[in-house]
């Protein structure tokens, strides 16, 4: 059984760090397009940053270019997502999701992905 487990979230002031992981069980992670969402209240789900099976390339929305850095631990399964420069418009639950194909014109639309995580809290006060 594929899960995905976010871990990570909390508060921080503007200009701050998180660092969130995406441990997968059920499933080689290596083998499958990973991918980090997040989901504002009264706002649709958004694509932040994606990449290809085992560590291949890397996709990152326009609104988080420069400043967070999507990595993969194939060894320990586990999903990175590395925010810096963090604003309060960052404030959202992000998700992590998994799916065995992606097409790289679409990695942002969260309708392709089949397996999704619980989420985790990000809070940016300014």
């Known amino acids: 059984q594929v899960q995905l487990m976010e871990s990570g979230g909390g508060s921080v002031q503007a200009g701050g760090s998180l660092r969130l992981s995406c441990t997968a069980s059920?499933?080689?992670?290596?083998?499958?397009?990973m991918g980090w969402f997040r989901q504002a209240p009264g706002k649709e789900r958004e694509g932040v940053a994606a990449?290809?099976?085992?560590?291949?390339?890397?996709y990152y929305g326009d609104s988080v270019k420069g400043r967070f850095t999507i990595s993969q631990d194939n060894a320990k399964d586990t999903l990175y997502l590395q925010m810096n420069s963090l604003k309060p418009e960052d404030t959202a639950v992000y998700y992590c999701a998994a799916d065995r194909y992606i097409r790289s014109t679409t990695w942002w639309q969260p309708r392709h992905y089949k397996h999704w995580g619980q989420g985790t809290q990000v809070t940016v006060s300014s």
């Open positions: 059920g499933f080689t992670s290596s083998l499958y397009f």
């Open positions: 990449i290809y099976a085992g560590g291949g390339p890397t």
